[in-house]
């Protein structure tokens, strides 16, 4: 039964279900009078949390600086009329920086900020908006967010399967993708750039975080991911990337989950596999020997959970 499973785990990758058959969203041309945008110009501006990088006429990637308390990647793009922005685990500091950084490149204001996931238990981080702020989310996200001890004081709107935004010259299209790093992950995507938001489902030569992971639904995020061809791929961690980068990280997370069954497959218990869990050729990936453990437990629990002898 075990072995069957493994098998199955292995060739996920080249899997579709009902959630990700669909052909990566596409958007109608725009009129001739709003494919044009004036291109924003990179600028210097006063803040510690990201590298801001161009990637297409006001398309830009706001990549965490390593030691700052940015710990997530963000995105942003300023339309016509107005600019979306999007990320998630950001407390007060880094979302005032983010919005520092678009404020030197536009006077347009941020009409609404995608929220792409959030973590349960974590008040702190994803509330701190400023006054007046809409936030988008996943009804998943919008569920966890509204079961904190804490309420949020900023306007939510959320959705179940698909939403696209028209800020002006430019689409901006919203994929819920349900269950992957969190329960209700979304998915942001710039047809007009060829640019993708993973946000957290993704990571850069990392092990990542797991901790509230759903093990077959990610890797199979990971392959819609691959699958939309997009030329950048702005990841929850690391440099913008591109769909090499998604299969290799795809590469080490079905090599992370096979040695997991294995061991589950062998009786271990968690305590065991704890112990005797190696996975050699991926030790100099960042966050390795500070996250390993916690994955593990993660997987454990998620794949003997789902899966029974």
Not at 61 to 75: E, F, M
Not at 119 to 142: A, E, L, N, V
Not at 183 to 205: K, W
Request: with cysteine.
């Amino acid at each position: 039964m075990w072995r069957t499973l493994l098998i199955i785990l292995i060739a996920t990758c080249g899997l579709t279900t009902a959630a990700f058959s669909a052909e990566p969203p596409k958007a109608a041309e725009p009129p001739k009078d709003e494919q044009s945008i004036v291109p924003a110009v990179a600028v210097v501006s006063v803040q510690e949390s990201f590298l801001i990088e161009p990637l297409a006429p006001g398309v830009f990637a706001a990549i965490a600086k390593t030691g700052s308390k940015a710990t997530t990647n963000a995105l942003f793009v300023i339309g016509r009329d107005y600019v979306v922005a999007a990320g998630a685990h950001m407390g007060k500091q880094v979302i005032n920086d983010l919005y520092k950084a678009i404020a030197a490149r536009t006077s347009k204001p941020v009409r609404y900020f995608v929220l792409a996931h959030h973590h349960t238990g974590y008040t702190y981080i994803d509330f701190d908006f400023p006054p007046g702020q809409d936030i988008i989310m996943s009804w998943q996200t919008w569920k966890n967010i509204d079961a904190e001890v804490r309420k949020p004081a900023y306007s939510s709107l959320f959705f179940n399967e698909g939403l696209t935004l028209k800020p002006g010259g430019v689409s901006v299209v919203l994929t819920n993708i349900g269950k992957g790093h969190t329960d209700g992950d979304v998915v942001v995507f710039i047809p007009e750039a060829g640019v993708v938001f993973a946000s957290d489902l993704l990571y850069i030569n990392s092990v990542g975080y797991m901790g509230s992971g759903y093990m077959t639904d990610w890797l199979l995020a990971l392959d819609f991911l691959e699958q939309m061809g997009a030329e950048h791929i702005i990841p929850g961690y690391g440099p913008v990337s591109g769909p090499q980068e998604v299969y290799e990280f795809s590469q080490f997370f079905r090599d992370f989950l096979t040695a997991v069954l294995q061991h589950i497959e062998h009786g271990d218990t968690l305590e065991q596999t704890l112990s005797h869990f190696d996975l050699p050729e991926y030790h100099d990936m960042d966050g390795y020997d500070q996250l390993i453990e916690l994955n593990i437990k993660r997987a454990y629990n998620d794949l003997k959970n789902n899966f029974s002898p």
